[in-house]
């Protein structure tokens, strides 16, 4: 990893800035009222030096470097809203745009070093630079005040990255390299303590609220657009955003699976899945999907299908136990799913056949397998190593989703014509507990005719 790759700056000045005279910035710098803002420690910082304190243990000797990350561009010089990379919010808790953790070795241990943007005040900048200057951006915390609220050894300004990085380069000095690192970090999340499981419980309790928004739009909803603009408006009220782009997928939509463009039309008598999860300030988020009918009630050809997606989620979540494979809700699932299939007359094969690793004719239908994990990233944990995730058994503090669906496309000549253009996908958040297992969305109906009485409760 090269420091540009660390500390890679937007433009601070555009070709449209005005000029600055010298008169002006001295004008600038001076008669502000010195107002110092006084902060405390971040308030889950034992938990965060606890894992700061056992990835030093398992790197002695050897210099870690965790980048925050920067804004990422819209459109030439506008920026999404900034997020710190995961396993720098899982090690600090937040951080400020450019900026980055240090563990320098020492001993057998090590000392933690942050650079992190400083007060600008007085200086040009101030008002010069719009990527750092507080009077763009708002103020920053702070050296000093980011040294007490993270709880680190030290704190530099950001300005010094590229000399310190490139003396550690000409030094030689061992390095943990990236990929061994993401490695790490994911699997140290794969298990969630207890305050990470109420933040997981908080985000789905919010995004029950924000279904319910969702809802009370059926009766004059005409566009996708209306459904997400109603589910992201609970997650800004509420907690910091959406963890992920809002699938709200209208009629035939609902086949395809990240259906996030949201453009469609609602017709009559269709369904909305709907797939949205609210990030919490924390940075946790939560992943649940449910199918509903816009009209409040299911069709016949709606509700076989939804019933047997419905089954499927029941056996799969019941396989979610300490000591079970990752992979047994899946083959659950899976296998409630091949059967209805063939009870519907699509799929013309033994259940045998259908499910044969060489054949899997099912999964024309299914798309996907039923589970992931979730934390901080809604698809958590991705760089563990397969033999712990996917080939990996299932632990206490795991948490992770059961999602079965059913899709069938608009234009499948083995499906009749009354099932083309329904898909049905159920999911909820689950943790693996000593005793089995906890659904923390089953607050959100998902039986059809819960979901039915839900929706007219709503309306």
Known sequence: MSSKDLHEPAAAKTNYDAETPQA???????????????????????????RRDALSRAFPGRYIVVPAGHEKVRANDTYFRFRPSSDFAYLMGDGEPGSLLVMEPDGASHRTLLFAPEHNRGKAEFFTDRIYGELWVGRHRGLDESQIFYGVDRCRPLQQIDDYLQGLQTSNAPMVEE??????????????????????????????RGFEDVIRTFSYATTERQFEAAFWGRARIEANDVGYLTIAAAGHHACTLHWNRNSGRVEPGTMLLLDAGVECDSLYTADITRTLPVGGRFTRAQRAIYDIVWEAQRVGIDA?????????PNRRAMRVLAEGLIDLGILRVSLD??????????????????????????????????ENYRYGTL???MALTVEPGLYF????????????????????????TAAGRENLSAILPSKADDVERWIGELL
């Open 395 to 397: 632990r206490e503090g």
């Open 179 to 208: 990929r061994e690192l993401s490695t790490h970090l994911a699997e140290m999340r794969l298990l969630k303590d207890e305050y990470e499981i109420g933040e997981l419980r908080k985000a789905c309790e919010i995004t029950k």
């Open 24 to 50: 002006l910035i001295d004008f600038m710098s001076r008669d502000w009222v010195d107002a110092p803002v006084r902060i405390g420690a971040h308030p889950q910082l034992a938990r965060l030096q606890s």
């Open 320 to 328: 979610v136990a300490p000591g079970a494979d990752f992979l047994e």
């Open 409 to 432: 496309q608009p234009d499948d000549a083995t499906v009749p014509d009354e099932f083309r253009g329904i898909g049905v996908r159920i999911e909820d958040d689950i943790i693996v």
């Open 353 to 386: 056949e259908a499910l044969d690793p060489e054949h899997q004719y099912y999964r024309r239908y299914s798309l996907h397998n039923v589970s992931h994990m979730l934390g901080l990233d809604v698809h958590d944990c991705a760089h563990a190593r397969r």
